[in-house]
């Protein structure tokens, strides 16, 4: 896991420690439940793939232990981070701490990029534990598909919320320690 400094950061969670939760547990995630998951192939056109997990984002490709964890959902999220002692940031403390990092953003690109080379915001959607009253989960940080003309992800008005179980190749999560 991530070493935590002395200020408060965002640690995106990768397939390599999400990977030592499963060998630990043997957790099933809600993707691996259901045989499927959502594949992003655009920011406006996705589909439904069988096999896809966080093994295998695409359904067809093993996922990059540097990468962030992707096809994992809030209830996937709440698992991991009961077993690291760790916590999901809200969605207001998650743009808090976003701010701070220096790192480039990653947006409008063909692919997602190692989590620690890049800033949190842009290179996936995070799991945040903000929700709206139909209990569905707010997405924060925008994602590698996103332009300032398509998604806006990237800004902090904008409002994306998933249901618990979706699982999709451009959603992680960060943690706090």
């Not at 920011?43 to 359904?59: C, F, I, M, Q, S």
């Not at 945040?128 to 940080?141: E, P, Q, V, W």
Request: include cysteine.
């Amino acid at each position: 896991m991530h070493a935590c400094g002395t200020k408060t950061t965002l640690n995106p969670v990768t397939n390599e420690e999400f990977a030592q939760f499963i060998e630990s547990t043997n957790y099933q995630t809600d993707a691996e439940k259901y045989g499927w998951s959502i594949v992003q192939v655009t920011v406006d056109e996705y589909k439904t793939v069988g096999g896809a997990n966080w093994r295998l984002p695409d359904g067809k490709h093993e996922a990059k232990k540097e990468h962030p964890v992707t096809q994992v959902s809030y209830t996937d999220a709440l698992a991991y981070c009961r077993w690291a002692n760790v916590h999901l940031p809200s969605y207001q403390e998650y743009w808090e701490i976003a701010k701070t990092d220096k790192r480039s953003v990653h947006i409008n690109a063909q692919s997602i990029m190692p989590a620690m080379q890049v800033n949190t915001i842009g290179n996936t959607w995070d799991i945040t534990t903000t929700a709206n009253s139909a209990g569905d989960i707010r997405l924060a940080g925008g994602s590698y598909l996103c332009t300032i003309n398509t998604c806006n992800g990237t800004d902090i008005n904008r409002s994306l919320f998933v249901s618990k179980d979706t699982g999709n190749s451009n959603i992680s999560f960060c943690v706090i320690k």
